[in-house]
């Protein structure tokens, strides 16, 4: 059989809405492109930004800031986190995660995946009693939520301080809660390849306004925490203001302007790619030799990107399956590979921290690939990708037999 080869680009997102771009120009024009650089009763984009992002989170306090790395370092910052400490997290992210744990003075202990891409919590259970953190970071890795009611009990029982990943989970929900609602704080990136774009940014929620007070001084605010949106009552900084480092990392107006209508736009954009989502998963639950994680009830996932496994494939296949389909125009992602290559790495190639033993993530990852779903992809483009993906895995068992 022979395939129309795959023309589409897997990075390429969609434009910026004209919306966005007119609000970018007013900026512009204006000169005014610092947060803090604000005309005779001006609220800034970006406090504007903060407040609307608070209201569609449903959480007290946010701050917008420079990336989701910079969110996820600062967060552990603001809870504090003290240099040396222990932080658990998944063995399977990216590596923003082990980064951001590095740079605010941890070290990650990594918990093991299961089949289903989600953090083992028999092993969080485990790692949380025999390590000394008191920091958990949940990446929520590729979208999958864990089961939060289960990951909460751990959390209250081992008397954790969560601090949730969210890069692939704005706009998901367990049981009707937003991802992001669980933990102390939690962040977000707003990085092209996310479900917001200002190119680079990122955000920090929470509810506790001292730890909201720490982040924002903590991202340079110059003690003018009180032109941010959705900060905590200026009493609260009183003594923090004092005693927070400045570490220069604030969001600026023209990346504001830009997400605020992309915020309007967000949940119609999660409806647009589940079913690209959707059609992926249709095609490729038929190939037999697959695992397609099953996605659990309560979940309401953004369907940004797609993973399936195929356990048991050796390294010399999965590499002869990533060509083949590259062959057809497919760019698949293989978390397997012994060299990090783009966005994905594991935590063997993270040599910033310590080896750790983890057999489970190993046999995961040695079978697992990856797509990027851009909105760009039409439903058609998405039967097309999956039927390379699926005939790209018969030549393999073919080639077996
Ligand atoms: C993108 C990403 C982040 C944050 O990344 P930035 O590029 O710093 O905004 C964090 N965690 C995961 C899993 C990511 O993919």
Redesign the pocket.
């Known amino acids: 059989m022979s395939l129309t080869p795959f023309t589409e680009n897997f990075t390429q997102q969609e434009s910026i809405s004209d919306s966005a771009i007119a609000a970018a120009t007013e900026v512009l024009r204006s000169g005014r492109l610092h947060r803090y650089n604000t005309a005779d009763g001006e609220v800034s984009q970006t406090a504007q930004l903060e407040t609307e992002y608070a209201a569609w989170q449903g959480s007290k306090y946010c701050l917008a800031c420079t ?6 370092s600062t967060a552990l910052k603001a809870a504090g986190l003290e240099s040396g400490e222990q932080v658990l997290t998944n063995s399977f ?2 590596a ?2 082990p980064g ?1 744990i590095v740079n605010a003075g941890g070290e990650p202990v990594f918990v093991e995946v299961t089949n289903n891409l989600v953090i083992d919590l028999d092993d969080l259970e485990a790692k949380a009693q025999s390590s000394d953190a008191r920091f958990f970071m949940l ?1 929520h ?1 590729r979208g999958h939520l864990a089961d939060m009611n289960k990951i909460m009990d751990i959390v209250t029982a081992q008397n954790l301080i969560l601090i949730e ?1 969210c ?2 989970t704005m706009g998901a929900l367990w049981d009707s809660k937003r991802s992001g609602n669980f933990g102390h704080a939690s ?1 977000f ?3 092209t ?2 479900h917001v774009n200002s190119g ?3 955000f920090i929620t929470s509810d506790s306004p001292e730890l909201m007070a720490r982040a924002i001084m903590l991202s340079g605010s110059y003690m003018l925490y009180e032109r941010h949106g959705a900060s905590p009552d200026p009493s609260v900084f009183s003594t923090i203001r004092l005693q927070t480092p400045n570490c220069s990392g604030r969001m600026d107006n023209l990346r504001a302007a830009i997400l605020r209508p992309q915020l309007a736009e967000l949940e119609l954009n999660v409806r647009r790619w589940n079913e690209r989502y959707r059609k992926i998963e249709k095609r490729l639950r038929e190939v037999s030799s697959f695992q397609v994680p099953v996605r659990p009830q309560k979940e309401t996932y953004v369907g940004s990107s797609f993973q399936f496994l195929i356990p048991g494939i050796s390294d010399d296949d999965a590499r002869q399956f990533v060509q083949d389909n590259k062959a057809l125009g497919v760019e698949l992602k293989w978390f397997g590979d012994h060299e990090p290559h783009g ?1 994905t790495s594991n935590h063997r190639s993270w040599q910033y921290t310590n080896l750790q033993s983890l057999p489970q993530t190993d046999e995961v990852l040695a079978g697992l690939f990856d797509i990027r779903i851009p909105l760009t992809f039409s439903l058609q483009n998405c039967e097309h990708l999956a039927g390379i993906i699926a005939h790209c895995a018969e030549s393999l068992l073919n080639k077996a037999a």
């Open positions: 990336s989701g790395g910079y969110a996820l992210t990216l923003p995660v951001a990446s890795m990943d890069a692939h962040c990136s707003t990085q390849y996310k680079e940014g990122g966005y």
